[in-house]
T-cell receptor, first 110, second 113 residues
């Protein structure tokens, strides 16, 4: 798996966009970037994934830089329920395993 | 449609006791996984099963055994529990193919005294 680096914590005001960065400078050409989140005491929840193009779904947007060495997860209008630990994961191509680091603890503040 | 279910939700064991954690899914997924999460840490893979009838070790398999009973069920057994196995255990499933989207159960909280 490519190593990922995320800030340990971030704050965001309720209603504002939350931008969570991730560095994955050793990513190879056919490896996807995945984002999961874990709300306190619950199982992790899949958010979004991408290869090279920007992606959007009902939960979030994923922006991947052109050189693919970093990405940003965007929650467009953060709510208190978005307070969670967010994990950026790059599994090896063909790997069946996800490696969870410590992620970024996002606190949405009223 | 319950997704991924785990039993029990919470368990207290004494050192040396054995127990089996159960996981079941109704998503018709091929692959199933067992992770553990220690306080303040990310998840670590214990065992996984790519398909019915196969199992493989993950990052931290020592002290555990698994059984892929059928496509729906994947159990994790602690033969002789140790305090170091105090953790939250999560089961997950994956549909298969090239996309690594996994779906997680609610977890089993295990305390070994």
């Amino acid at each position: 798996d490519a190593k990922t680096t995320q800030p340990p914590s971030m704050d965001c005001a309720e209603g504002r966009a939350a931008n969570l960065p991730c560095n994955h400078s050793t990513i190879s050409g056919n490896e996807y970037v995945y984002w999961y989140r874990q709300i306190h005491s619950q199982g992790p929840q899949y958010i979004i994934h991408g290869l090279k193009n920007n992606e959007t779904n009902e939960m979030a947007s994923l922006i991947i830089t052109e050189d693919r060495k970093s990405s940003t997860l965007i929650l467009p209008h953060a709510t208190l329920r978005d307070t969670a630990v967010y994990y950026c994961i790059v599994p090896g191509a063909g790997s069946y395993q996800l490696t969870f680091g410590k992620g970024t603890k996002l606190s949405v503040i009223p | 449609n319950a997704g991924v279910t785990q039993t029990p939700k919470f368990q207290v064991l004494k050192t040396g006791q054995s127990m089996t954690l159960q996981c079941a899914q109704d998503m018709n997924h091929n692959s199933m996984y067992w992770y553990r999460q220690d306080p303040g840490m990310g998840l670590r893979l214990i065992y996984y099963s790519a398909s019915e009838g196969t199992t493989d070790k993950g990052e931290v398999p020592n002290g555990y055994n698994v059984s892929r009973l059928n496509k729906r069920e994947f159990s994790l057994r602690l033969e002789s529990a140790a305090p170091s196995q105090t953790s939250v255990y999560f089961c997950a499933t994956r549909a298969g193919g090239s996309v690594e989207t996994q779906y997680f159960g609610p977890g089993t909280r295990l305390l070994v005294l």
